[in-house]
Every structure is written in C-alpha cells, then in structure tokens.
C-alpha cells in the first residue's frame, strides 16, 4: 500500500480534524497521543516534515536523516491499548523525505496508560482529565495553585504535562493529610513526627520532578532539533552499546546533562545547556532562587533536614550547623508555584523556540 498520491494531495490544505502537521519528529509518547486521538474521532493522516506558516502555503522542510521515523512509530504503538489500525510510510517530495502515519477510525477507545485523547478541531485534548476533589474546609491555597497549574496545560509539551501531574498528586496529599501536616496552622511548620518525615519527602519529591523536566524537555529539544546535539562532549563506547537505538541514546544523554544540576549548580547547567539559556527565561535571581531550592532539597534528602557547612554558604546568617531546618505547607505551597511558574515560561519559550510539540488538555 503505497499512499504517495494521497499525502502529495494534503500538502496544500490546512490543518483541520482529519489532518496536522509536524515541522520534525516528536518523541514517541506524542505521536502515541496523536494517533490515539485520531482513532478515537474520525481518523486522519498526520505528516511529519511540513512547516506550517500562518497565511501561507506550509513549507516541506523534510526529516533529518539522523533519527529513523520507523523506530520511534513502533515505540508509540507499543504505548498503545488496543493496537489501533495505522499504515505509516516514508514519502519523497522534492527530494526531502516527509513521514506520514495514516489513523483509521476506531470504534473502540485507544488509550494510553488509561488516558484517552481526542481532536478537538486541530488540537489534541485528553478526555475526562481527573480532577482533584479538596476538602471544603482545607487550605484554600491548594486549590488556587491546583486551578493555575490546571490552565498550565493549555498546549504544552508532554514533558510539562507530566511535571504538572506529579505537582497535583502533591497537593492533594497535602490535602488528604493536613492533620499531620499542618495541625496548628498552614504557616507553622509541623511538630508531628510524621508530618515531618512526609513534608521533606514532599518537597524533594517536586524539585526531583523540576530536574526531570528539564532533562526531558532537553530530549524533546534534540529529538526535533537534531543539529543541537553537537557539542565536543565526549561519549564511551559502553554508553552507546547500552542504548538500544539512537533515540534512547539522546534520551540517555538529556539525563547526563542534568548531572550539574543535581549537585546544585544551577548557573552550571545553564551554562552548559545552550539550549537552555538561549530561552532567556531563568535569569540569574530565579538561578540563585533555584539553587537554594536544590540546597533544602539536599538536606532533606541527604541528611534529614540537618543544617550542614554547605547549606551555610547559601543562606549566610539564617540558620544555625546541625540545627533542623522545617518549613510550613505555605512555604511548600509556593515553592510549587514558583516552580510551576517557572516551567510555564520555559515550555512556551522552548515550544516557539524549536517548534516542539504539542497537546492540549
């Protein structure tokens, strides 16, 4: 079966329900999402390799050569619960090589871990997101920051969407368990043991997930963005061997380049993450702000909360050796917030930037 004609065809038109466009290849669990919402709607046919420009006729860029379609196509279908019908091909126009991926209309639902998508127009969205129920009489600031991180998700990367997630299901903990958490106040830190030993657990857990953002949205940058990969960063062979294919291999090398950033160096992973600083969007007062984040998260991690020599260094005059640093929910709160505002102009910035893509929820 061989679809040429056809998708030659579809070049001139717009996007619409049955039809999109991608400037380069998405990762995997994207063009998972996109065939799952087309078999869940009407069907359709998406393309990879066509440039979209407003009030103009789309432009055929072509796939780069160094990642293969084919392989990260059956990566996508393995996402997939049932196997939908698809025909998925390599096309040449103009001598650039553009992929299609033609969806046929299912008439059982096609998930993804559970979730299923939809077009909706030219967009992609998730049906029946599951919405957080808090207490009528909690905190009334969980509920505000969960309403912000909800309209976060407006089309936005998968990366974002799974940070976004992760920063949800913590505030409803928080929620679920404000008797231990805060039993006097939300601006007290608490005295129960517990609530202690969970706070810290908490708080390590969202900036652990703020780190794996970013290493994230470093691969989707390569994978659409191949050229950026260049760099004199030296790689053994063991690490090539133990990657399966090459998207693993760039999958591998965006969790090497958080390395500067776990140890607390936040103007070290801008520094060496080009892609990064090029976005103009952490300045140096959020980078400090950041690094004293990652200092608590290393207490808290490390060494129960312990104040040590390090932690010193970065809030002089505020805390005293060995002494046990807490913090109140409120803190935790806008720590969350922040951190979530932060990502919100990293993802808008870096999707505009390298044209990544995208979905909306």
């Given at each position: 079966m061989d679809i ?9 038109h ?9 400037a ?7 063009i ?22 407003p009030?103009?006729?789309n ?9 293969h ?5 059956h ?8 196997l ?12 650039k090589k ?7 209309k ?24 599951i ?6 009489n909690g ?9 912000r991180?909800e309209?976060?998700?407006k089309n936005?990367?998968?990366s974002?969407?799974r ?10 903990i928080?929620?679920?368990?404000g008797?231990?958490l805060y039993p006097?106040?939300t ?16 708080f390590?857990?969202?900036?652990d997930?703020f ?14 963005n ?8 030296e790689?053994?062979?063991?690490e ?11 999958q ?12 607390g160096?936040?103007k070290?992973?801008?520094k ?9 969007v952490?300045?140096?007062k959020k980078?400090n702000?950041?690094e ?12 129960n ?17 060995n ?8 803190e ?15 993802d808008?910035?870096?999707?505009k930037?390298?044209k990544l893509?995208?979905?909306s929820n």
């Open positions: 040429s004609d056809e998708v030659i065809s579809l070049l001139k717009d996007e619409n329900k049955t039809l999109q466009f991608k380069v290849l998405p990762p995997s669990r994207n998972a999402q996109m065939i799952s919402a087309f078999a869940n709607t009407s069907g359709g046919v998406i393309i990879l390799g066509v440039l979209v420009v009030n103009k006729t432009e055929v860029i072509g796939l780069s050569e160094d990642f379609a084919n392989t990260i196509t990566k996508a279908l393995d996402l997939l619960s049932p939908p019908k698809i025909h998925y091909q390599y096309v040449m126009y103009n001598g553009i992929y299609v991926i033609k969806v046929e299912s008439e059982v639902p096609i998930t993804i871990e559970g979730k299923k998508y939809i077009r909706d127009e030219i967009h992609i969205k998730l049906v029946n997101p919405e957080a129920n808090f207490k009528q905190y009334v600031e969980i509920s505000k920051i969960n309403q991180l309209s976060y998700k936005t990367t998968t974002k969407v940070l976004l997630d992760n920063y949800q299901s913590i505030l409803k928080i929620d679920d368990l008797s231990i006097e106040d601006s007290l830190p608490t005295n129960v043991q517990e609530g202690k030993i969970l706070t810290r657990i908490l390590s857990s969202f900036v997930n780190e794996t953002y970013l290493s994230e949205l470093l691969y989707e940058i390569y994978l659409a191949p050229f950026t990969l260049k760099s004199k960063q790689v053994t062979v063991e090539v061997l133990n990657c399966s294919d090459l998207e693993e291999f760039v591998y090398l965006a969790k090497q380049k958080i390395g500067k950033l776990q140890k160096s936040v070290g992973f801008i060496e993450n080009q892609q990064i600083k090029q976005l103009d952490i300045d140096e980078q702000d950041i004293k984040i990652l200092q608590i998260r290393h207490l808290y991690s490390h060494r909360g312990m104040v040590d020599e390090k932690f010193l260094q970065y809030f002089v005059g505020e805390f005293t050796l002494s046990e640093h807490r913090m109140s929910i409120s935790i709160c806008e720590t969350i917030n922040y951190l979530a505002e932060i990502i919100d102009k990293v808008v910035a870096a999707s930037k390298y893509a995208q979905i």
